[in-house]
């Protein structure tokens, strides 16, 4: 067996968030992925801003594994509302009505196309190769990022096997919808992320912290323009001074002066949270993907658990 070849078949490793929030890399590789999950923003505003909140997020993986586990194997329940709404097995993530909106609206912005089924009554949609394009691209910067924290191959792995990201999606959505602190976020999270486009905000606040350490002073993150971040993502301007007077109030940010004036400070328990509330989404890309090859290479969706 060729060098390369040992790496791409070199079981990958699963943590747990407590462990990735450890580790002396994952302020880095978060910080990497981050900065391209916010190019793509700026690439791609109207796409990203549609899941660039938690409840979108968690709708739309959901969404895409009923849609992946449907492609590997035909007589899997497909996307349909029903469906949808069977897979949240329950949790508080979204009403009835809103997950028939989210399937609507996606349908609307060509993220999903109908098709056609025995039942009139019932309505089944399929993603679209766009949407499957965005979601290889969405798993490459993770995988890319968890190889930088501990020195894997994952994304070998996946380039290797263009089905990869079919088997390991649908176990991330899974695992993000039993990660209840990650769609139900503490308060110091929930005040960006339950917003629009505020997981774009937070994202590019605790970027410019990078990867350095944290004590427990506030952070100098330089001149942070209410005005610029709304640009720069294509949001509404009032949306996001709005944004960032609510986090002012409950002492997650400052400014020198007024709101965009002089230099911006982010708390230091805003950056622990957020770094620990992102580890959860890496801890769950982690075992998905210990998962899809074990699965590969066994046949058996066994892991190896650190």
């Not at 330089?222 to 301007?237: D, N």
Request: charged share 20%.
């Amino acid at each position: 067996m060729s060098g390369a070849a040992a790496v791409i078949d070199a079981t990958p490793i699963a943590y747990s968030a407590h462990q990735l929030a450890a580790m002396g890399r994952f302020p880095i590789g978060l910080s990497q992925a981050v900065e391209e999950l916010l190019e793509i923003h700026r690439t791609i505003p109207r796409e990203v801003r549609y899941v660039a909140d938690v409840q979108k997020f968690i709708l739309s993986q959901a969404a895409m594994a009923l849609h992946y586990e449907h492609v590997l194997d035909p007589t899997a329940a497909g996307l349909t509302p029903s469906h949808l709404i069977k897979f949240l097995d329950g949790k508080p993530v979204a009403s009835k009505n809103t997950v028939l909106a989210f399937l609507m609206e996606m349908r609307h912005y060509r993220f999903v196309d109908a098709i056609e089924t025995s039942d009139r009554r019932s309505r089944a949609f399929r993603a679209t190769e766009r949407t499957e394009e965005l979601m290889r691209i969405y798993f490459d910067i993770h995988l890319r990022a968890l190889d930088t924290i501990d020195g894997g191959a994952r994304h070998a792995l996946s380039l290797a096997d263009p089905s990869f990201v079919h088997i390991a999606q649908p176990r991330f959505a899974r695992l993000m919808l039993l990660a209840e602190t990650w769609w139900s976020p503490p308060k110091n999270i929930a005040a960006f992320v339950k917003s629009d486009s505020g997981s774009s905000v937070v994202h590019d606040l605790v970027s410019r912290v990078a990867g350095q350490e944290i004590g427990n002073d506030p952070i100098n993150v330089g001149r942070v323009s209410p005005t610029e971040v709304a640009k720069r993502y294509v949001v509404s301007q009032t949306h996001t001074v709005r944004l960032f007077a609510k986090a002012r109030s409950e002492g997650l940010i400052s400014w020198e002066k007024n709101i965009s004036r002089g230099d911006c400070w982010v708390s230091p328990q805003l950056v622990s949270a957020y770094r620990l509330w992102q580890a959860m989404k890496f801890s769950a890309m982690s075992e998905a993907v210990a998962y899809a090859a074990a699965l590969r290479t066994t046949g058996r969706a066994s892991a190896h658990i650190k």
